[in-house]
T-cell receptor, first 111, second 117 residues
Framework: GENVEQHPSTLSVQEGDSAVIKCTYSDSASNYFPWYKQELGKRPQLIIDIRSNVGEKKDQRIAVTLNKTAKHFSLHITETQPEDSAVYFCPFCQGAQKLVFGQGTRLTINP | NAGVMQNPRHLVRRRGQEARLRCSPMKGHSHVYWYRQLPEEGLKFMVYLQKENIIDESGMPKERFSAEFPKEGPSILRIQQVVRGDSAAYFC???????????????FGPGTRLTVT
């Protein structure tokens, strides 16, 4: 079925460096791409999203880029800080209704 | 504007008892979704509701689980005769309804952590 593949499954970076997480999708009709951050024991938090009519969106240290031809979109976090440590998800929006989550990427920021 | 509210935050039930989880969507939101999360896993969709209607329950187990979103009051996820395998975090999300907009942001509540002993 339609889904999203997310890479890497774990990522460890030094504080201050950049982190990039990539998701590849299969449904060419997809046109909404959200990113959620979930800290340990907390709720998933929508941190940024993009619709297919734009190629890039930025919000302070966070940016998302979309390549519709290659069917992938990426989350970029610059100047990483310890509080960026969390699991990041790029769920697939199925039927414009439910979100289908994968296993996510566990990001660890090393001080 | 208060966010999505869920209660209780923690719920302990013995095997065979009933669990009722409540979710109040954000003000102005008419769509509610329930997800379940096991430890170290992603969230799994369970059910999507609008006021007085179940739109998609494809993720709900066939037995013991039910959900409702009445005209007045919160959405309720009900689990009858709980078993140990029901222990998980249950998250509710809500989204607004905008005519002509095919996708809407979903905002999550803090979750209810159910423990079955």
């Amino acid at each position: 079925g339609e889904n999203v593949e997310q890479h890497p499954s774990t990522l460890s970076v030094q504080e201050g460096d950049s982190a990039v997480i990539k998701c590849t999708y299969s449904d060419s009709a997809s046109n909404y791409f959200p990113w959620y951050k979930q800290e340990l024991g907390k709720r998933p938090q929508l941190i940024i999203d993009i619709r297919s009519n734009v190629g890039e969106k930025k919000d302070q240290r966070i940016a998302v880029t979309l390549n519709k031809t290659a069917k992938h979109f990426s989350l970029h976090i610059t100047e990483t800080q310890p509080e960026d440590s969390a699991v990041y998800f790029c769920p697939f929006c199925q039927g414009a209704q439910k979100l289908v989550f994968g296993q996510g990427t566990r990001l660890t920021i090393n001080p | 504007n208060a966010g999505v509210m869920q209660n209780p935050r923690h719920l302990v039930r013995r095997r065979g008892q009933e669990a009722r989880l409540r979710c109040s969507p954000m003000k102005g939101h008419s769509h509610v979704y329930w997800y379940r999360q096991l430890p170290e896993e992603g969230l799994k969709f369970m059910v999507y509701l609008q006021k007085e209607n179940i739109i998609d329950e494809s993720g709900m187990p066939k037995e013991r689980f039910s959900a409702e979103f009445p005209k007045e009051g919160p959405s309720i996820l009900r689990i009858q005769q709980v078993v140990r395998g029901d222990s998980a975090a249950y998250f509710c999300a809500s989204s607004p309804q905008e005519i002509g907009v095919p996708y809407h942001e979903q905002y999550f509540g803090p979750g209810t952590r159910l423990t079955v002993t």
